[in-house]
T-cell receptor, first 115, second 109 residues
């Protein structure tokens, strides 16, 4: 595997389900990110981890729970979601989150549909 | 507040040239990125500007004017595979990436 991988690619869940999204980066980067992408809206930064420590949590509802066991893996645990949470969830990684050149490398995303 | 504006959608003809504009109002500026995103795929890096002027990379060029809070992405010799969304993002004074909503580019034969 190369780059940033995400599983599953597609997920349909009911509002009472619990599921998890997985992200893995094979680039040796120090930082990992979760973004929400909705149609015709800017990417919304949800969480940032730098060296496994959470550094950003942009007022995300508690029904989204991130986990970063090491610098290469990132999870997003989902429970009791709402239909408006349906979106593309993108994972990204970067080498230097505190610098001006912070090129981020993205995974292909998980298309989430909440029924 | 922080804001990045891009046109929602543009249409161009194969073989032609298209310019996608991006204007920004952010708290500070530490660089501007352009990403390409094909439908259902990951955004991929295209270009980075931190100083005023034009950066050329093959068929793609990106221009920056910091005094005007303005950038554009210029695509030459358009190909059908260039049909995608183009995302503009600015690094602010806190080194956070602020994203535009993206411009969907449709290429017609």
């Amino acid at each position: 595997e190369t780059g940033v991988t995400q599983t599953p690619r597609h997920l349909v869940m009911g509002m009472t389900n619990k599921k998890s999204l997985k992200c893995e980066q094979h680039l040796g980067h120090n930082a990992m990110y979760w973004y929400k992408q909705s149609a015709k809206k800017p990417l919304e930064l949800m969480f940032v981890y730098n060296f496994k420590e959470q550094t950003e949590n942009n007022s995300v509802p508690s029904r989204f729970s991130p986990e970063c066991p090491n610098s290469s893996h990132l999870f997003l645990h989902l429970h009791t979601l709402q239909p408006e949470d349906s979106a593309l969830y993108l994972c990204a990684s970067s080498q230097d989150p505190g610098g001006d050149y912070n090129e981020q490398f993205f995974g292909p995303g998980t298309r989430l549909t909440v029924l | 507040g922080q804001n990045i504006d891009q046109p929602t959608e543009m249409t161009a003809t194969e073989g032609a040239i298209v310019q996608i504009n991006c204007t920004y109002q952010t708290s500070g500026f530490n660089g501007l990125f352009w990403y390409q995103q094909h439908a259902g795929e990951a955004p991929t890096f295209l270009s980075y500007n931190v100083l005023d002027g034009l950066e050329e990379k093959g068929r793609f060029s990106s221009f920056l004017s910091r005094s005007k809070g303005y950038s554009y992405l210029l695509l030459k010799e358009l190909q059908m595979k260039d049909s995608a969304s183009y995302l503009c993002a600015v690094t602010d004074s806190n080194y956070q990436l602020i994203w535009g909503a993206g411009t969907k580019l449709i290429i017609k034969p």
